[in-house]
């Protein structure tokens, strides 16, 4: 099953596909876009990846995972394309007999995903302009501008 | 002296600088990935907007700069990610 | 909105209700009546409560879970009456403008709610026994048995 | 000296166990949790078979045995605690 996708994430599925009568617990957790105070005012967010290596990635994540949680089930999904305000860019999903193991592995896996997805993102701003923003919030304009950090 | 081709690729901002998304370069054995990207902020127009220590992985899987090359591999360059 | 339900678990409905452009992640737990190897064959569990208490105790919990994380928005439910294996006894839903608040804030609410909520519940199992089950995993029959540790 | 009425709830395997779900008990002032559960063991048919110290509220939230009561509180037992 993908984990690149280019349609709007459907957790309810996600959640269907890891639950069973022998877990206990559902851990899920959705990054969404926002536009918050703190932000200019965005209209929607192009992701782009390498998806291959995502796909390698997300599954060397979750075997990751299942190895340190043997009993965990799991589900995630990464949005490449045009992301609106207020959709779902990622989720993942986390079946387990106990709420421990589901909770520790769901955040295990969006932090492993946060740090390691080749993924990157183009904020299209209400006037048309666009942005790179990275993970630690900083935004480089589109085309050119100042060197990444050596 | 063997010769080893190296397929660069470059994502995201990476190939918007430098308007392209994919290059090979050829360096001399033994070398590492920090060979590489040398080679390329040297011989690519605007090469210079490339870090010197980019984000870097080799066929698929995140490495550090030491990491050696051998003929074929895969050497793609990464913008500070963005996932989730 | 009470916290009390006798309704299948809407997790979507909860979802919306604190979903916001604001809100950059959104995390979930839900807990599920399972019957997993270590269990005897459950038909189905009935959750008991003091409701009045549990809508006090969920609203404090929510409302502790909110001075703390205070950008957090959340939403909850614990059903009460028949529950069947697979379905969901528990949701806690928590949205927050960055991913720790939430995980950390779902986290708390859930483990509090445990800890908290004056609920029980009495498996009956295939063949119409019941028994009563508290959290520690401990059955004891219902209608007698001994009495519990002092 | 004042009479303190303690509404007395029982809830699940207690409720039956006892056969009954509430019982109104009056003690003598001052008066505390563990008292109004003395009681309770001493006077209800089967009472025995609450613990000495079961988990209690009152008035909707928890307490230790040693809080006090006054005349009208609501006093809840608790067997172990099961939701979620």
Redesign the interface.
């Known amino acids: 099953m993908p984990y690149c996708t280019t349609s709007v994430i459907d957790l309810a599925a996600l959640i269907d596909a890891v639950a069973g009568p022998e877990c206990g617990g559902i851990a899920t957790f959705v990054g969404t876009v926002r536009c918050g105070e703190d932000d200019g005012p965005v209209r929607h967010i192009e992701y782009s990846g390498y998806e291959e290596m995502i796909e390698a990635e997300f599954a060397g994540i979750a075997a990751e995972a299942r190895a340190r949680w043997p009993r965990t089930r799991t589900a995630a999904r990464h949005r490449i394309g045009i992301v609106l305000l207020g959709e779902a860019s990622i989720a993942v999903v986390v079946a387990a007999p106990h709420r421990a193991e589901a909770l520790d592995a769901c955040r295990f896996m969006i932090e492993e995903a946060k740090r390691r997805l080749p993924v990157w993102k183009k904020e299209v701003l209400q006037g048309g302009e666009a942005v790179w923003r990275d993970n630690t919030g900083r935004r480089v304009p589109s085309g050119g501008g100042p060197r990444d950090p050596d | 002296m063997s010769i080893l081709r190296i397929r660069c ?1 470059l ?3 990476y190939a ?2 430098l308007g392209r998304d994919e290059v090979t370069v050829e360096l001399p054995a033994p070398a590492v990935v920090s060979d590489a990207v040398r080679r390329l902020r040297d011989v690519l127009p605007e090469g210079r ?6 984000l870097v ?1 080799v066929n ?3 490495v550090l700069p030491g990491e050696p090359l051998a003929d074929g591999d895969e050497l ?1 360059l ?7």
């Open positions: 690729r994502f995201a901002r918007e600088l907007l490339l870090p010197e220590r980019p992985a698929q899987r995140h793609a990464f913008p500070p990610l963005a996932g989730g």
